[in-house]
């Protein structure tokens, strides 16, 4: 909030004290959060459900913290670490007497890269919400000292191309590696999974196609993004609940 905070007009004259104590405050919960995912998930392999959801936070800090450095980017910034810190509190609703996960070096890779993914995607909705609020506030013509945190309408599209190529890419490998690792997508439960990854990056391929050939911008753009992103969450969240809360069977 310190960091989005100095953009405000009335705080934006205590930015020289606010900015660094929001990076100050931003690397230091960063770092209790990857310790304690690092000895959850690398030392117990614990790759549950609120884990993943917590590792997928602590990378959304990651990528506030770096957007941060740009001065026009910390409103956005800031609405990605108070994401990222909502998040960091998931594992307090793990059952303690679930068993870890045992997985090979090749599935943890999958399932990782996987993460990375839906980090870099789910960083995308927040770019991708901020410009469908810019643009309607345009087009309306409504100005308030809220329109600080807000970056030029044409620097968050641009970003939002840059985080859906990312992301797409990374995807990509998750699914190949996913093809390349598991050896019974039946026998696992996964068909679902893929069916919908493959929907997923699908639909930001045309995103990306559209955008670079056709120039797609402005409100096709983001709903297009939010599609892609939903089935995502369902291929991966939704198979996880439907496997492991409600069947009680394990998605690795």
Known sequence: MALGGSRL?????HAGW???LGFLLGIIAVAVDGHFLYREIVTANNISIWNTVSLIGLQLGLIGLAGAINPRLRGLSGSLLILAGLMSLAPGLDD??????????QMRTHVL???????LLTAGVIVALFALVQERRLRTATLSPTSQLF????????????VTLAGFTVLALSVISGFTFV?????????????????AL?????????????GWRGRRAVYLYLAGFAILCMAYFGSRIVLEVMLDRSWS
Do not use: C, M
């Not at 303690?96 to 996960?101: F, V």
């Open 96 to 105: 303690a007497s679930a068993a870890a996960s045992t997985l090979s070096w």
């Open 151 to 162: 970056a030029p309408l044409e620097t968050t599209e641009n970003l939002l191309a840059v």
């Open 9 to 13: 007009p009335n705080l934006e004259r």
């Open 18 to 20: 606010l900015v660094p």
């Open 183 to 199: 050896e019974d997508l039946f026998a696992q439960h996964l068909v679902h999974k893929t069916a919908l990854s493959l929907l």
């Open 113 to 119: 890269t996987s993460l990375f993914a839906y980090a």
């Open 202 to 214: 699908l639909v930001f391929g045309i995103l990306i196609f559209g955008r670079h050939v056709a």
